[in-house]
């Protein structure tokens, strides 16, 4: 019922715009975080969106660089990246949560109900 797409390869500095897509669910009624996974490493938060009055919240290794936002005619929840470090390099994913507007709450995985594949990002240095 998701989808994120957008990844591809940039250079260190680039930009990409990664796209939520949802499907079976409207996606303006939920709460929307993205996460990155690297292999071998614990996936991690990069940014969520309440369905609260659309506030964001973003982890201080993103802050200023990525901006989440919706576009509910689209059913899509974007995610701006900017400047692109090596480091960003990882599979980006969204996940969807229909219960929790709490920007503090939605910093953690396990409120999150709907998940897609992800992404891959890859920033060359």
């Known amino acids: 019922q998701l989808q994120a797409s957008g990844g591809g390869l940039v250079p260190s500095g680039g930009s990409l715009r990664l796209s939520c897509a949802a499907s079976?669910?409207?996606?303006?009624?939920?709460?929307v975080g993205w996460f990155r996974r690297v292999p071998g490493k614990q996936s991690e938060g990069v940014g969520c969106?309440?369905?609260?009055?659309?506030?964001?919240y973003y982890p201080d290794l993103v802050k200023g660089r990525f901006i989440i936002s919706r576009v509910n005619s689209e059913n899509t929840v974007y995610l701006q990246m900017n400047n692109l470090k090596p480091g960003d390099t990882a599979n980006y994913y969204c996940?969807?949560?229909?219960?929790?507007?709490?920007?503090?709450?939605?910093?953690?995985?396990?409120?999150?109900?709907?998940w897609g594949p992800g992404t891959q990002v890859t920033v060359s240095s």
């Open positions: 996940a969807a949560s229909p219960r929790t507007t709490i920007l503090s709450q939605l910093q953690h995985s396990e409120e999150y109900d709907y």
């Open positions: 969106i309440s369905s609260k009055n659309d506030n964001t």
């Open positions: 079976g669910i409207t996606l303006k009624d939920y709460s």
